[in-house]
Structure formats: structure tokens, C-alpha cells
């Protein structure tokens, strides 16, 4: 199965675009999806399939997915925003999933 | 709506062998398409998936603990449950379980999670 590396950090000022990459062969084939997570919580999903948003999640949050990256957008970010996210796929070739390696975003 | 809640001992020993309980509701584990998986996390690092077992009795490891790992459910008790042996240190961490479509192949709803430590 595939790995899926994303950058270890993101920095983004109130109001402004944050983006969160996720890189890996093949990751376009398969649906992404990603999860926030603030300290000493479970994780929540916020994209599934590429782009869909589950109910409740703001429409700050989408996704997409091409070729060997999937990205998180969160537009007009907010501080309550600042968490760790994590991209996840399932491996259609072997059936396994896999969780990238993830990323703080800090807003300041 | 969907809870799911993760029980287990907290202290293990170095090579002894972990049995962690996932006791769910608001769905059932023998509808098409749902499955429940376990990730761990260790402190500060990031999420990694374990296993995963489907409403047909079909499951799936990480390759690279699959020796390690059994997944198996009880439907009628709405639980799944993980063993894992030979721990080791390294395998402190938090232990979730989630439940999973194959619509998404998403984790769309998880359990609080449960702190495991591994040491003598």
C-alpha cells in the first residue's frame, strides 16, 4: 500500500487560506479524506471522498484530489481551527488503508 | 446516532498480550456495507491503522503487525474485539475504534479512545 507524507507544519493568519498537502503514488485513484484533531480529542472527520463535507462541518473546509496529491483548503481560517490534521486513503490494490504522516496548523 | 466506546486494561506488560473491547451502538455490525477498524496513536506522534473487520466477516491488518493482530466481532453483543500480542513499550499508546463504510472508506465516527501503557 501506499504511504501518504504531509507537511509537518502549516502557519496562517486569521481570515487567510490555509492549505494542507498530501502527497503519495496513486493517492488521485483513491478517495482521500481528512481529519481534524485538537489536543486530547478524537479525531473528526472533516472531508470524505475528496470533497464531501459530513453535516455539521463548516463550508470553510474542502477537499480535492488529483494525480499524487490531495489537499485540504480551509478558507477564511478561524482560530478555533488550530489542530492537528490528517489525510487518510484506502488502498484499492490491497484493500489496506493508510493514515498520513500529519499536519499542525497553527493560526497566528 | 453512533457512540462507540473502547475498553480494555490500561497496564500491560511487556510480552503479554492485549485485549481491547470496542462496545458500540446506533448501527449493527450485519449491515452491508459497515465495518468497524481500530488506529492507534502514540503520545505525540501520529494515527496509524490496525485492523479492520467488516459486516461479512471479512478482515484486514496492517502489514505490518498483521502477525501480531486478531480482530473479531460478536453482532449480537454489538462489540468488536483486538488482540495484540507481544507487547512491547513501543506500542504505548491511544487504542480508538471507528465505524467505517465502504461508501467512503472513511472513519466517520470513533470513540473516545483509551490510553494504553506498556511496561513492567
Known amino acids: 500500500s501506499f504511504e501518504l507524507t504531509q507537511p509537518p507544519s502549516v502557519s496562517v493568519s486569521p481570515g487567510q487560506t490555509a492549505s494542507i498537502t498530501c502527497s503519495g503514488d496513486?493517492?488521485?485513484?483513491?478517495?482521500a479524506c481528512w481529519y481534524q484533531q485538537k489536543p486530547g480529542q478524537s479525531p473528526v472527520l472533516v472531508i470524505y471522498q475528496d470533497t464531501q463535507r459530513p453535516s455539521g462541518i463548516p463550508e470553510r473546509f474542502s477537499g480535492s484530489n488529483s494525480g499524487n496529491t490531495a489537499t485540504l483548503t480551509i478558507s477564511g481560517t478561524q482560530p478555533m481551527d488550530e489542530a492537528d490534521y490528517y489525510c487518510?486513503?484506502?488502498?484499492?490494490?490491497?484493500?489496506?488503508?493508510?493514515f498520513g504522516t500529519g499536519t499542525k496548523v497553527t493560526v497566528l | 446516532q453512533i457512540t462507540l466506546k473502547e475498553s480494555g486494561l490500561p497496564l500491560v506488560k511487556p510480552t503479554q498480550t492485549l485485549t481491547l473491547t470496542c462496545t458500540f451502538s446506533?448501527?449493527?455490525?450485519?449491515?452491508?456495507?459497515?465495518?468497524v477498524g481500530w488506529i492507534r496513536q502514540p503520545p505525540g506522534k501520529a494515527l496509524e491503522w490496525l485492523a479492520l473487520i467488516y459486516w461479512d466477516d471479512v478482515e484486514r491488518y496492517s502489514p505490518s503487525l498483521q502477525s501480531r493482530l486478531t480482530i473479531t466481532k460478536d453482532t449480537s453483543k454489538n462489540q468488536v474485539v483486538l488482540t495484540m500480542t507481544y507487547m512491547d513499550p513501543m506500542d504505548t499508546a491511544t487504542y480508538y475504534c471507528a465505524h467505517n463504510t465502504i461508501t467512503g472508506r472513511s472513519f466517520d465516527f470513533w470513540g473516545q479512545g483509551t490510553l494504553v501503557t506498556v511496561s513492567s
Open positions: 496513486r493517492v488521485g485513484e483513491e478517495y
Open positions: 487518510q486513503a484506502w488502498d484499492s490494490t490491497t484493500a489496506l488503508y493508510v
Open positions: 446506533g448501527f449493527s455490525l450485519s449491515t452491508v456495507g459497515v465495518g
